[in-house]
Nanobody, 123 residues
Framework: QVQLVESGGGLVQAGGSLRLVCAASGRTFSSSALGWFRQPPGKEREFVAAMNWNGDSARYSDSVKGRFLVSRDSGWNMVVLQLNNLKPEDSAIYYC????????????????WGQGTQVTVSS
């Protein structure tokens, strides 16, 4: 059974940083993309960042480009999202996703999802 477990969320002041980690188990994702989405209160889930199977290609949403950094560990089953210079509008539940077929920015492209971790940025 595939499981994605996110950790690292919390409450931080504007301008601060957080490090989110997603650990996957149940199968190896060495040939799959891993990514992050977020869902602010009352809004739809939106793409944040993703990285391809070997870590040499990454994509970011315009709203986080230059502030967030996605990376994968050498074992291929962990993806990290470093959140820097956080803003109140970054507050959301952050979800990890695995195995995309189609556009990374499309929620429907991803097969596996974690339960999410809450990020709250105070002003």
């Amino acid at each position: 059974q595939v499981q994605l477990v996110e950790s690292g969320g919390g409450l931080v002041q504007a301008g601060g940083s957080l490090r989110l980690v997603c650990a996957a188990s149940g199968r190896t994702f060495s040939s799959s993309a891993l990514g992050w989405f977020r869902q602010p209160p009352g809004k739809e889930r939106e793409f944040v960042a993703a990285m391809n199977w070997n870590g040499d290609s990454a994509r970011y949403s315009d709203s986080v480009k230059g502030r967030f950094l996605v990376s994968r560990d050498s074992g291929w089953n962990m993806v990290v999202l470093q959140l820097n210079n956080l803003k109140p509008e970054d507050s959301a539940i952050y979800y990890c996703a695995a195995q995309a077929s189609g556009s990374w920015a499309n929620v429907d492209s991803w097969r596996y999802w974690g339960q999410g971790t809450q990020v709250t940025v105070s002003s």
